[in-house]
């Protein structure tokens, strides 16, 4: 059950301290703190049910805005942009061990737009993706020393 809405505050990034009207809008099964920025806009810190963690701006309970996102199972990390509970922007995901990093451009949920990957021990790429796969002018270094520079095409 969502929690009544109330006074609260917080401590921002910088250590400053933040008060505002707390407000939940986080469905029965969510652990859930945050401060209303107005509207519907609000910075939240989840827990999800399987232990994913989420930290930044949610809009009518969905990730949008700027936030931080932990995946409990495999622990890869993102932090970024979102809209509608989708990556949408500009945002890093990357694993743990740093074996697996892309920064770059998402739309909706999917690498689109420019960006770098690097698979350790496997390439590196810079240029072009789409839907997740590399498409348009880009560079790739693979582990053999290997390079191609041009067009891609999924």
């Known amino acids: 059950a969502a929690a009544a809405p109330g006074a609260g505050a917080a401590t921002g990034g910088g250590g400053e301290p933040l008060q505002g009207p707390l407000r939940s809008s986080i469905q029965s099964g969510f652990k859930a703190m945050g401060l209303s920025l107005g509207s519907s806009i609000v910075m939240e810190t989840v827990t999800y049910p399987d232990g994913d963690t989420y930290a930044g701006t949610l809009r009518n309970g969905k990730r949008h805005g700027h936030g931080e996102y932990q995946d409990s199972t495999n622990g890869y990390h993102y932090t970024g942009d ?9 945002g890093t995901l990357a694993s ?5 990093c892309y920064d770059g451009e998402w739309r909706r949920d999917a690498r689109t737009g420019e960006g770098s990957l690097i698979l350790r021990g496997v390439l590196t790429y810079t240029g072009a993706f789409l839907d997740g ?8 270094v693979y582990s053999e020393g ?3 520079e041009g067009e891609f095409r999924r």
């Open 82 to 90: 979102w809209a509608e509970d989708a990556r949408d922007g500009r």
């Open 96 to 100: 743990p061990d740093g074996a697996f």
């Open 133 to 140: 796969e590399f498409h348009g002018p880009g560079s790739c």
């Open 146 to 148: 290997v390079v191609y």
